[in-house]
T-cell receptor, first 111, second 113 residues
C-alpha cells in the first residue's frame, strides 16, 4: 500500500511568489492535515481538510490556503511568500482521526 | 484546549545509556497518546501509541506507559544506539476524532559512540 506522498520534495521560490504543495493521502483516508515545521521549531498545525471541507485552521495568515479534491488529495497554497515561510511542510492523512500517517514533506526555501 | 509538554532538548547520551524523555499532557476526556520520531531529513514516523490508561506502547526497544493519574506518557529505552539519534515528538488526539493531533515541541536526541 502506498503511503502518503508529497510533491515536490524541494521547492525554491523568490520572496513575493506563490508556492503550491501537493499531498496524496493513503487510500481510504478522507482527512488531510498540513503542518509547518520551521527550522529548530516544532510542528505548527496549519490546515485540516475532511471530505472536501476545511474543518480547522491554525494560527496562520490568510495567504496560507488550500483545498481538498474529490479524490481526497490536497493542495496547500502559500501566496506572497516571505523569507520566514521557509520550512518543511508536512502532510498527514487519517480516516476519522485514526491511523494518522505522515508524508516525507516538502522543503520550501524562500530566497 | 488540549496541550502536550515535553522536556526540552537537546539530549546527548553515550551509546548504551538509558533514555527517558518526559511528556505530560492536558486534555479533557480520554485522549490517545503517541510518540513520533523524525530522523534527519525525513518526515515523522509513528514510534508507538497507547489508547487507554495503563496501556504500554512499545516498539524498537522503546516503551511508554499511559499514566492517567499523572497525565504522563514518558518515553524510555534501556540502551540507546547511535541510530536512535533523531527528534522525538509526543502527541495526543482526543477521543472524538474531530481535532487534529496536538504535538509537543520535540526533543532532539544525539547518541554518541
Amino acid at each position: 500500500e502506498a503511503g502518503v506522498t508529497q510533491s515536490p520534495t524541494h521547492l525554491i521560490k523568490t520572496r513575493g511568489q506563490q508556492a503550491t504543495l501537493r499531498c496524496s493521502p493513503i487510500s481510504g483516508h478522507t482527512s488531510v492535515y498540513w503542518y509547518q515545521q520551521a527550522l529548530g521549531l516544532g510542528l505548527q498545525f496549519l490546515l485540516w481538510y475532511d471530505e472536501g471541507e476545511e474543518r480547522n485552521r491554525g494560527n496562520f495568515p490568510p495567504r496560507f490556503s488550500g483545498r481538498q479534491f474529490p479524490n481526497y488529495s490536497s493542495e496547500l497554497n502559500v501566496n506572497a511568500l516571505e523569507l520566514e515561510d521557509s520550512a518543511l511542510y508536512l502532510c498527514a492523512s487519517s480516516y476519522r482521526g485514526h491511523g494518522y500517517t505522515f508524508g516525507s514533506g516538502t522543503r520550501l526555501t524562500v530566497v | 484546549g488540549d496541550s502536550v509538554t515535553q522536556m526540552e532538548g537537546p539530549v546527548t547520551l553515550s551509546e548504551e545509556a538509558c533514555l527517558t524523555i518526559n511528556c505530560t499532557y492536558t486534555a479533557t476526556g480520554y485522549p490517545s497518546l503517541f510518540w513520533y520520531v523524525q530522523y534527519p531529513g525525513e518526515g515523522l514516523q509513528l514510534l508507538l501509541k497507547a489508547t487507554k490508561a495503563d496501556d504500554k506502547g512499545s516498539n524498537k526497544g522503546f516503551e511508554a506507559t499511559y499514566r492517567k493519574e499523572t497525565t504522563s506518557f514518558h518515553l524510555e529505552k534501556g540502551s540507546v544506539q547511535v541510530s536512535d539519534s533523531a527528534v522525538y515528538f509526543c502527541a495526543l488526539s482526543d477521543d472524538s476524532g474531530n481535532t487534529p493531533l496536538v504535538f509537543g515541541k520535540g526533543t532532539r536526541l544525539s547518541v554518541i559512540a
